[in-house]
Nanobody, 123 residues
Framework: QVQLVESGGGLVQAGGSLRLSCAAS????????MGWFRQAPGKEREFVAA???????YYADSVKGRFTISRDGAKNTVYLQMNSLKPEDTALYYC?????????????????WGQGTQVTVSS
């Protein structure tokens, strides 16, 4: 059974940094796409960043240049380094995994989800 467990969220001032982690278990994740999504209160879940099975990365325009996705195959863990945080980055952040290697921006394309970790950025 696939399990994804996020950690690293918290409260930070605008301009600060956080690093989210997502530990995956239950199968091999080296050749599949892994991504991060977020959902703010009253808004739809939105794509943040993803890493393909081949290592290609893609970011939402709103976080490009500030966030970095990376993965450690040996630890089955994907990270999201978030710098220069803004109040509009406040949301519940979810880790997600596809059964395929290619990246998708659509949340419906992802097969497994974590429970989420809260990120709150104060102004």
């Amino acid at each position: 059974q696939v399990q994804l467990v996020e950690s690293g969220g918290g409260l930070v001032q605008a301009g600060g940094s956080l690093r989210l982690s997502c530990a995956a278990s239950g199968r091999t994740f080296n050749n599949v796409a892994m991504g991060w999504f977020r959902q703010a209160p009253g808004k739809e879940r939105e794509f943040v960043a993803a890493s393909s099975g081949g290592g290609t990365t893609y970011y939402a325009d709103s976080v490009k240049g500030r966030f970095t996705i990376s993965r450690d195959g040996a630890k089955n863990t994907v990270y999201l380094q978030m710098n220069s945080l803004k109040p509009e980055d406040t949301a519940l952040y979810y880790c997600a995994v596809r059964r395929y290697s290619t990246i998708s921006h659509a949340s419906s394309a992802y097969d497994y989800w974590g429970q989420g970790t809260q990120v709150t950025v104060s102004s």
